[in-house]
């Protein structure tokens, strides 16, 4: 008989990839919808018909309950969450709701209707925010700088909390910034590549960016469902760090973006007068401005994933310039069907 998984957040970025994973795989998938206005698939419109949708929400523990019962899951996937930094501050209160007491819902619903359920939680490195350690591990003593940040450190360790109270399989996933064509345009790598392809169809004169010094070890939203999916099948739960163990500038990423459709770009003056202008026309292409830096920022995060590549065998596989390559192109087709 075929497993079957709950997946929540199934409408994003990764729960999409793990739903195409765990459909490769054979499993029946059942995927948690919130009620909307006007019905959207979001990430899994094109394989809607593969996927049971329940009707629930993270900070309504009924609905939760209802989608165990009728999804009979072995396995939950809790990748829903209130995904982006800078509005935790906006909505400090709706994004506890949702990342921390939202986990514990979950969590609540899978020991009420089946406590032999396994548990994946969508823990982030966003927890080590004001980095204690060079190289972040799961050893590293953790600093949110978030409403976001702290808020997920609590669905973190209350995850924990289930393993250790009630011997449950629950485990978190601490996963380094993940990204692909599917990713959120408000995010900066996907503002990026959009403003790229728009400024090279001629759509857009310049990129408004916040801080371009900060540093982030991104990967392939693809390989990282991998990881997921590893950690729900061991002999015992446990929490992995899942990163590239490489690091890099908006600024640098903001270059590779550029060169992908043939910009080269050369950077004049610091700070708020910095701007980023094309070395043969001399045209100005990236500005910074006030309105994109974040009340307290996380400057430099760098993974090291090697307890996930000893124990579960995970490696990634998608370059940094492969993913950037296949992000521009994915915009320019986009914005060229426009
Ligand atoms: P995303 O694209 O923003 O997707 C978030 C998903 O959560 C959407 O399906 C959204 O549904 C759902 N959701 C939000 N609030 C909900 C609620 N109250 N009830 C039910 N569903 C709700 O985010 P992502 O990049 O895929 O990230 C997935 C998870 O991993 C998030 O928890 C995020 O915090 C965490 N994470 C992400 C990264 C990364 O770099 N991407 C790194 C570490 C951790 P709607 O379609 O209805 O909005
Ligand atoms: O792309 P971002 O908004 O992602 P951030 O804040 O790192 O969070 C992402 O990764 C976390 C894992 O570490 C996840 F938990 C979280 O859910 C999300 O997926 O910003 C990245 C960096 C920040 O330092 C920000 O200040 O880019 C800087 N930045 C500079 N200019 C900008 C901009 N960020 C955005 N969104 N927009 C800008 O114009």
New binding site residues.
Partial sequence: MSKKALI?????????FMAELLLDKGYDVYG???R?AVL?Y??VEHIKDSINFVN?????IVSLIGAMKTSKADEVY???????VATSWEQPI?TT???AV?VLNMLEAVRKVNPATRFYQ?????MFGHAQEAKQSETTPFYPRSP?GVA?LYGHWITKNYRESYNMYTCS???????SE???KE?VTRKITDGVARIKLGLLDCLEMGNLDAKRDWGH?KD?VKAMWLMMQQDEADDYVIATGETRTVREFVEKAFECVDIIIKWQGKGLEEIGVCKTTGKTLVRVVPQYFRLAEVDILLGNPKKAEEKLGWKREISFDDLVRCMVENDLKLIEKE
């Fill in positions: 929540t957040g199934i409408t994003g970025q990764d729960g999409s948690v919808v919130r909307k959207n979001g990430n629930a929400d993270m900070t309504d809790n990748i829903a969450g209130q995904s982006f709706v709701e949702i990342n939202g969508a823990s982030t490195s966003e976001y997920k996933g601490i996963l380094f910034n993940h990204e599917r990713r959120g995010f939203a990282y």
